[in-house]
């Protein structure tokens, strides 16, 4: 074999072993998770909210409690409130499919005692909220 054609084998030899452990370290590392993004859910009565009960005897209020304090010992809920007629949750989560996720098994949402919109939340004036959550 000509010593110009041994020096391409050993070039092209020498350059497939830097390429082999760059690219199993690439393959074996996992995906990084999306970064967590707040979403505003805004919560409004749905069709079978009975208007003639208070929001505590409403059909499965109780377990809608238990859902948003699942998300909250879960890290995923930042803050819930009540204004006007509405209730608004605040979730960390990567995307607006994974805030429908929190909120599609909900019981009260499936029965439709509520209904509910996701937002993306940008926060743009940060503070701090000083409040002590009523319960």
Not at 7 to 35: D, K, M, N, V, W
Not at 70 to 95: C, F, H, N, P
């Amino acid at each position: 074999m000509p010593p110009t054609q041994l020096l391409r084998i050993a070039f092209l030899c020498g350059f497939a072993c830097l390429a082999l452990p760059a690219a199993s370290q690439s393959a074996s590392q996992p995906a990084l998770a999306a970064e967590p993004s707040l979403f505003a859910i805004e919560i409004r009565v749905g069709a079978k909210w009975d208007h003639t009960k208070p929001p505590q005897e409403q059909a499965y209020f109780r377990e809608h409690s238990a859902n948003l304090r699942r998300m909250r010992e879960a890290g995923i809920l930042v803050m819930g409130a009540r204004y006007s007629d509405k209730g608004l949750v605040v979730v960390s989560v990567a995307s607006a499919a994974d805030a429908k996720a929190q909120m599609d098994p909900d019981p009260a949402i499936a029965a439709g005692t509520f209904t509910y919109e996701v937002h993306p939340f940008g926060v743009f004036y940060g503070g701090e909220l000083k409040v002590r959550p009523r319960r």
